[in-house]
């Protein structure tokens, strides 16, 4: 019992990070209607860019976020018309062959991380991994590390950002006029091409950002693609695809779900529990918990 | 009426707050052709998209023959005989013309020699025979409408729901099909179809229903309908968007 | 209508001289190629016909293989089951994964059905790590039976005898026209009578059932099962860049990139063995090319077939918006 409040702290700590994985990753499906196989290797490329960016230059990860974010926005500004080639063939159905593209790319980059970077685990040095808040009350004792918290600041962060761009900036309403209505939205002379490719590089960036600081928070190998890629899915999934607001409650729960296993269950488990719920939501409420989903 | 074929009784379909069709009802009588008209956006495809199975009604009921199918799928309505085309006008891609029908051919016919063997005689029928082994998505415009009839006519439906099968063609394409329409009805099918083109509904209807905002305004004999003040100011007045 | 007839006799002929075969090769390592590349076309048209006739995408596919060679392999050690019991077992259990599997998500989009196969198998391999029953990590060893003639006839029957059955219901029996039906306009099939998901549904058995056969064979071929060989998403990734290389929506197309990748691969590792990796990289290319540049396959392409194309182009719709009158509910509708 005692653990109890750990327990909700850690899955609120860590269900930041899935939150930037997953709003992110709503957002490029929202406007671009493809489901990205390549999520989690997004994570691991920033990741890894970050921790040799770091042991080059010894300069804090943190620092580095914004770097990373603009490497890796521009890869992504880059590679969307490609993805937007492949999903606009003659007869396009644009899900569907952005799925298997991106399944390949996910191939390809799991490929290069593996002979690049090898089969080792790696942790990124931060400063603000060294130490933690403590909070004790009577019984109950709280271990907050500072980067994890920092994580869960960046997430708020990211979300407010990305709430306030599309509110309430030019850009953020053709955004959500593309996600919308795409060609109602071309018709009334938004470029979606480049507002797409904005997008995907925004995702791109956000992904890989987050990467780093997971590779701060926990280790990183070339094969962490895969493990991330599934949390995203299930945190769309669950907020419902396509439904940003739903996505911090998801991600949350997620979260709360992976911490749990860690304190109480056996973490072995986690993947498998995560998987059950995810196949529940499909049978009984495939728009996810808020019907909210397209 | 005695016995009508199809009852919409009190049918209305929302989308969240939106109620595209409300508190609609009508009869139809058996073996006769009803036009469903009404402006841009009066919800003449959900209304249709509602007795074909695509939509649940979120109040009303619909009954065909007397049995409330309120809600059942299309598959389900396919076998009891009710067909529909569809506006946009897609068949089945990568298979030929006669595959196309073979597929409708299957609800009634599951064997695929028998089916087969129906599906050739409705390609007659329907004029299309001579373009059997042509691929389907090489057809004319009014050629892949005749397909879509086609394919409706396949499940030897006793109603049929007839979506803008005349928009798009030519003159002499639109009288060809009016008079298989007609030549339907003198099968013993009762048909309603929607269409914006005026002079078509107006001159084989039985009845007209119009549609405007999601209500029915009004419903009678075309020349009635034509005539009614409710129903010129819903084209006049709703134009402007 | 000879016409029609005429692959299937082409593959029989085909069939009949790699039966005659083994009489002729001794060399029992050529042996072992011949029976791992006739096992990789029955695991690529298997995923073509889920993913090229029907339009849905199971990145889970090994997962199936997988289930059908820790059954068997249980039966046999474990249970004492003879071989020949044990392996339509593996099949069973493939089956009723994919009636689990499939259910919830077969009458949404594809979309969900590729994501919800993939998170399956990534959790289903988990299972075997973390059990005890599997051996976890290290996997499951069998008694060997080291005939390698004997596994060369049993998976060439199990894949000629799937290519037979596949063929003549997706190319002869109605079936195919229904399954092709709901591929290219699914909500047009449903006014026809088709019921999706249960087409879907029978697609889908017939796709993961020979891959649970295949997997039982391969247990007892291969004598060693893990986690990482039968469950891991390489067998995943080699049935899909074999499908979508060779020609998606045919049967000859999968046979055709299964037999180039695989000779591909074997080359590969004997002369590049410290590349492995490399070959994931490869694989990935082949798969993205394949999608930019070849749609419809090396085979579709040169044949000119062109359902490779729309299979692609199917299932994981979203719908536009302009569809959004055709949609019931959650059923998502594809438009071109």
């Known amino acids: ?294 | 009426m005695a016995d009508p074929i199809l009852q919409v009784e009190g049918v209305t379909k929302t989308f969240g707050g939106l109620y595209a069709v409300q508190d609609v009802s009508f009869d139809m009588a058996k073996g006769s052709i009803v036009g469903l008209i009404g402006p841009n956006g009066a919800g003449k495809t959900t209304l249709f998209n509602v007795i074909s199975g695509y939509y649940k009604p979120t109040k009303g009921s619909i009954r065909f023959d007397g049995k409330d199918i309120s809600g059942w799928p299309p598959y389900r309505l396919a076998h009891i005989g009710i067909g529909r085309t569809f506006q946009i006008v897609k068949p089945f891609a990568g298979l030929t013309v006669l595959e196309n029908v073979v597929i409708a051919s299957l609800c009634r016919y599951p064997k695929k020699t028998e089916a087969e063997a129906q599906a050739w005689q409705i390609l007659e029928r329907t004029g299309l025979a001579d373009r059997a082994h042509l691929a389907a998505s090489g057809l004319t415009l009014a050629g892949r409408k005749r397909l879509e009839v086609s394919k409706a006519l396949a499940l030897e439906p006793t109603l049929l729901l007839l979506d803008e099968v005349v928009a798009g063609l030519n003159p002499t394409e639109a009288d060809q099909t009016i008079d298989l329409i007609l030549k339907l009805r003198d099968q013993g099918i009762t048909i309603l179809i929607v269409e914006h083109i005026m002079r078509v509904i107006m001159n084989i209807s039985d009845e007209v229903v119009v549609l405007s905002f999601g209500q029915k305004i009004a419903q009678g004999k075309p020349g009635d309908v034509a005539r009614d003040p409710a129903v010129v100011e819903a084209y006049l007045g709703g134009e402007v968007r | ?336």
């Not at chain 3, 037979?164 to 229904?178: N, S, T």
Request: hydrophobic share 55%; net charge positive.
């Open chain 3, 1 to 336: 209508m000879t016409n029609t007839f005429r692959k299937p006799i082409v593959v029989g002929i085909a069939a009949l001289v790699l039966a005659v075969l083994p009489t002729f090769i001794h060399d029992m390592f050529v042996l072992r190629v011949l029976t791992e590349s006739i096992m990789w076309i029955g695991l690529a048209i298997a995923w073509d016909v889920l993913a090229g006739y029907t339009g849905y995408l199971n990145f889970g596919h090994g997962a199936f293989f997988g289930a059908g060679a820790y059954i068997t392999a249980f039966l046999i050690k474990i249970a004492g089951v003879p071989f020949l019991l044990a392996m339509p077992a593996g099949g069973l259990a493939a089956a009723l994964l994919a009636l689990a599997s499939g259910i919830p998500t077969l009458r949404l989009k594809g979309a969900y059905f590729a994501i919800a196969t993939w998170a399956m198998a990534r959790a289903l391999q988990q299972l075997a790590l973390v059990l005890d029953i599997t051996g976890g990590p290290d996997g499951m060893r069998l008694p060997p039976y080291l005939h390698p003639q004997f596994f060369y006839y049993v998976m060439l029957i199990l894949v000629a005898g799937t290519f037979a059955v596949m063929w003549f219901l997706l190319e002869h029996a109605p079936f195919g026209l229904k399954v092709k039906a709901i591929r290219e306009d699914e909500a047009g099939a449903m006014s026809l009578g088709i019921h999706p998901t249960v087409i879907k549904m029978q697609a889908y058995l017939l796709s993961t059932v020979p891959a649970g056969l295949i997997g039982g064979v391969y247990a007892y071929w291969i004598t060693y099962i893990d986690p990482a060989s039968v469950l891991g998403d390489l067998v995943t990734d080699q049935a899909v860049v074999m499908a979508v290389f060779g020609g998606l929506g045919t049967l000859i197309g999968p046979i055709v990139g299964a037999v180039i990748i695989y000779f591909f691969k074997t080359l590969f590792w004997a002369y590049l063995s410290d590349y492995q990796v490399l070959y994931l990289i490869i694989l990935g290319v082949l798969i993205a090319m394949s999608v930019v540049f070849l749609p419809n396959g090396l085979y579709g392409t040169l044949t000119g077939k062109t359902s490779g194309k729309t299979a692609i182009q199917k299932g994981l719709a979203t719908g536009t918006p302009e569809e959004n009158s055709r949609k019931q509910g959650r059923k998502e509708v594809v438009h071109g």
């Open chain 1, 1 to 294: 019992m005692e653990l109890l409040p750990q327990a909700i702290v850690d899955g609120i700590l860590i269900g930041g990070i899935y939150i930037t994985i997953a709003i992110g990753f709503s957002l490029a499906y929202g406007v671009m209607h493809i489901i990205d196989f390549a999520v989690g290797e997004w994570i691991m490329l920033g990741a890894f860019t970050g921790y040799y960016l770091n042991r080059w230059s010894h300069i804090d990860p943190m620092l580095l976020l914004p770097i990373v974010f603009i490497v890796f926005g521009g890869i992504g500004y880059l590679i969307q018309p490609l993805i937007h080639r492949v999903i606009s063939g003659k007869k396009g159905n644009p899900v569907l062959m952005g799925l298997v593209f991106t399944f390949g790319l996910a191939l390809v980059f799991r490929g290069s991380g593996l002979t690049i970077f090898g089969f080792y685990s790696h942790s990124i040095p931060a400063a603000l991994a060294k130490n933690s808040f403590f909070i004790e009350s009577g019984n109950f004792f709280l271990t907050i590390p500072h980067i994890r918290f920092a994580g869960l600041f960046y997430a708020v962060l990211i979300t407010v950002i990305l709430q306030y761009i599309l509110k309430s900036t030019d850009f953020g309403r053709a955004v959500r006029a593309l996600a919308q209505h795409r060609e109602s939205a071309s018709l009334m002379g938004i470029d979606a091409r480049r507002i797409s490719s904005y997008v995907y590089g925004i995702y791109v960036g956000i992904s890989a950002m987050t990467g780093v600081l997971i590779g701060c928070i926990f280790s990183i190998t070339a094969q962490m693609g895969g493990e991330y890629t599934v949390m995203a899915f299930f945190v769309v999934v669950l907020a419902g695809m396509g439904y940003l607001a739903g996505v911090p409650w998801a991600a949350f729960l997620l979260g709360l779900v992976q911490s749990f296993f860690m304190i109480y269950f056996n973490p072995s488990y986690t993947l498998l529990a995560v998987f059950v719920i995810l196949f529940t939501i499909l049978l009984i409420s495939p728009r996810g918990l808020f019907g909210r989903g397209v």
